[in-house]
């Protein structure tokens, strides 16, 4: 195969993937819409993020006879700046998908209430939550509201995507303040949105379910995200460590690692090994430790991702020019080709 034929090839699979990425990223933002629009919007309550403090705007200049600029308009406008500072940072691919989410969310939300069996749902909804005497039901807006959001945000995070917001606010700000993480961004925009919801519709009861939706959509899309395959690595301190190894190997099916480390106490050599499992393997584990070893010291963690044989296999978009960008942005002494040639031996 000529290298024309191999860079025609290759160009055929990128265009196919951006393709499958945009049809999830616009799936993912309608569903969004949906929860925006069905759950929360006629309720006030409200998701956080930027359609959040959209919301807010509109609402509150709609108290003054302003409503000539929509929410997904003011939606637009709040991501406007930060979306041309964004691409500048992480690039064009970037930029296509991240507009495409922003502006497909927008164009969603303000055409999911003009559908007519929307507002067929929106009325049997309001009858029912009448019927049922009101109030209790708003616990139902927030969390159905916060599954569907959750569910497409979700989505669009599978579709390499961004919705604008909170991602872009990450961006700029981790720009000058490298130490503050994208969590703590997020948090603190949720923080502000749900304080300002209490004031623009002055209520301490709709920002309390806005808490329950804003916990629920992170939840969902964490699921989407990461799946719900989750693992646990166990660390063993062990003096029989032929013996457990071999029964682990035998019964749970899964490698073990060694590793030689001191007790500080005692000054001897110790012998700690590591074995990651399925949470449905983790109960076989802890009998198979405790009939070779009762004796042993055993902890665990969390791993969200567990890469390599028997577990998550790597996907070709570890291998973009994209993630070499990223991976050069934190390390940016080394040699981007050095580091994606020793991962490719490792795999």
Same mark, same amino acid.
């Given at each position: ?27 993912? =933002?309608?569903? @969004? $819409? /949906? ?9 006030? +309550?409200?998701? &956080?993020?930027? #359609? %959040? ?73 309001? =009858?029912?939550? @009448? $019927? /049922? ?9 927030? +969390?159905?509201? &916060?599954?569907? #959001? %959750? ?197």
């Amino acid at each position: 195969m000529n290298e024309k034929t191999k860079k025609i090839k290759i160009e055929k699979k990128d265009v196919k993937t951006l393709t499958i990425e945009i049809l999830l990223i616009m799936l993912g =933002t309608f569903i @969004t $819409a /949906m929860g925006f629009k069905l759950f929360l919007t006629p309720n006030n +309550i409200v998701p &956080g993020g930027f #359609m %959040g403090i959209a919301q807010i705007i509109y609402d509150l200049l709609a108290g003054i006879d302003f409503t000539v600029i929509s929410v997904s308009i003011w939606y637009i406008i709040l991501n406007a700046f930060l979306y041309i500072y964004a691409v500048k940072c992480l690039g064009v691919k970037f930029g296509i998908r991240a507009g495409i989410g922003i502006a497909s969310y927008s164009l969603f939300v303000a055409l999911i209430e003009q559908m007519p069996f929307v507002n067929d749902i929106l009325l049997q909804l309001e =009858t029912e939550a @009448t $019927a /049922m005497a009101g109030a209790g039901v708003y616990i139902l807006y927030a +969390i159905y509201g &916060g599954v569907l #959001m %959750g569910i497409g945000i979700g989505l669009v995070f599978r579709g390499n995507g961004s919705t604008g917001g909170c991602d872009m606010v990450a961006v700029v700000v981790n720009k000058f303040f490298p130490t503050i993480t994208t969590g703590q961004i997020v948090m603190c925009v949720d923080d502000l949105v749900v304080v300002l919801s209490a004031i623009a519709y002055q209520s301490l009861m709709l920002p309390l379910y806005a808490l329950i939706t804003i916990f629920i959509c992170g939840k969902v899309s964490d699921i989407f995200v990461d799946g719900v395959k989750s693992f646990r690595a166990y660390y063993i301190i062990t003096e029989k460590k032929e013996e457990l190894s071999q029964a682990i190997f035998d019964n749970v099916h899964r490698g073990v690692t060694n590793i030689k480390c001191e007790g500080m106490y005692t000054k001897k050599d110790r012998d700690m090994l590591l074995v990651i499992v399925r949470r449905s393997q983790v109960m076989t584990l802890k009998r198979v430790v405790k009939e070779i070893d009762p004796d042993s010291f055993m902890f665990s963690d969390n791993v969200k991702e567990a890469y390599g044989k028997g577990f998550l296999t790597y996907s070709d978009s570890t291998k973009t020019k994209e993630h070499k960008k990223k991976i050069k942005s934190i390390l940016p002494e080394a040699k981007t080709e050095n580091i994606s040639t020793k991962k490719e031996e490792n795999i």
